[in-house]
């Protein structure tokens, strides 16, 4: 927090040093009517990950995302992350709701770079528009085996530097 | 703005649905699971905003065009490995990375460097580490997968210059 804080009031005095108070204050309103748009969002995607905790059972999600749930765990981590609807407000709340309810970080890593690289959401409102419809296709076709390998990759670290089954925290 | 109110929509009705969900398990639990879920929204709204608000100047005080110019036609894996730190260095936000990788590639950037970009900077964008990530999960998780990701846009370009361009 405090990295970030000192981050962003450096380049804020950059901005002034370069555009005065006017590109200063133009920034400034323009991300607080972003922050205003983006609250509701945030408020619903914490009320999802919420809510998951408690509906997931959570013997049943240790079994099948758990850290003995091998490659099954990761290709579930993965679809989950490909359907999963909303942006960066659902998925990262929702992720966290898997960890708290028994998932292991190699299950919970699949789900998250899924999102972010076969995740259809971010694809379809962005990518086709920007860079094209062959590029983007090309683009998550290559990209389709890194969620499980990400997730693979994970556990393999995570048991080597947890011997003991640490738990995030 | 019709992509905007699909994403409520769907967001809302899923939030709608899981409410229910709970509520089968008695009002209490579902009372209880939307405190909770309350109290976390009001833990991180001052993260996010700081990040949201803050991330307008850190996007304004790096220049796009240097991004660009790293990823260089024919450039190679070292323009591979320039393409992956321009993705992380890359501010967040859902349209600044493909922006920049589609004038790359106008401007003759390698295909397997533009893909190494584009993924480097959808696994591990430092500011959306920041301004996402972090507020909603244990930070240990998230350095642990960034540090793990960090492999794959190298493989991704592999994969590029393996299969060629469509």
Not at chain 1, 103 to 129: C, H, K, N, Q
Not at chain 1, 130 to 135: Q, R
Not at chain 2, 10 to 38: I, K, Q
Not at chain 2, 140 to 153: E, G, I, N, Q, T
Request: charge should be positive.
């Amino acid at each position: 927090m405090i990295m970030i804080g000192v981050l962003v009031a450096v380049s804020a005095t950059l901005v002034w040093r370069r555009d005065g108070i006017d590109g200063v204050l133009e920034i400034l309103t323009h991300d607080l009517a972003l922050f205003g748009g983006i609250l509701p969002r945030v408020l619903a995607g914490c009320l999802l990950g919420a809510f998951i905790t408690e509906v997931l059972p959570h013997e049943k999600v240790s079994r099948s995302l758990g850290p003995n749930s091998g490659l099954k765990g990761l290709l579930i981590g993965t679809a989950f992350g490909a359907i999963l609807p909303g942006g960066p407000f659902t998925a990262y709340p929702v992720a966290a709701a898997l960890l708290t309810v028994g998932a292991d970080f190699g299950a919970t890593i699949a789900m998250v770079v899924s999102w972010t690289l076969i995740g259809y959401g971010r694809a379809v409102a962005w990518e086709l528009p920007i860079l094209g419809v062959d590029f983007t296709l090309w683009r998550i076709v290559i990209s389709l085996p890194i969620p499980v390998l990400a997730g693979a990759l994970g556990r393999f670290v995570f048991v080597r530097m947890y011997p003991k089954g640490e738990p995030p925290s | 703005m019709t992509a905007a109110l699909i994403i409520d929509l769907t967001l809302w009705g899923s939030v709608a649905a899981l409410a229910f969900l709970v509520w089968r398990r008695g009002r209490v639990v579902l009372v209880s699971a939307a405190r909770e879920g309350t109290m976390d929204f009001i833990n991180i709204v001052p993260r996010i905003g700081l990040g949201v608000i803050g991330s307008g100047y850190i996007a304004a005080i790096i220049p796009q065009e240097v991004i660009t110019g790293w990823l260089g036609p024919d450039s190679g894996w070292l323009g591979v490995l320039a393409a992956v730190l321009a993705g992380a260095a890359t501010p967040g936000g859902p349209v600044v990375g493909f922006s920049i990788g589609a004038v790359a590639l106008k401007v003759g950037g390698g295909p397997p460097q533009v893909i190494a970009y584009v993924v480097a900077w959808a696994l591990f964008a430092f500011q959306r580490l920041i301004l996402w990530e972090i507020p909603f999960m244990p930070a240990k998780f998230v350095w642990f997968r960034a540090a793990v990701s960090v492999p794959f846009p190298f493989l991704a370009a592999a994969l590029a210059m393996a299969i060629g361009k469509p």
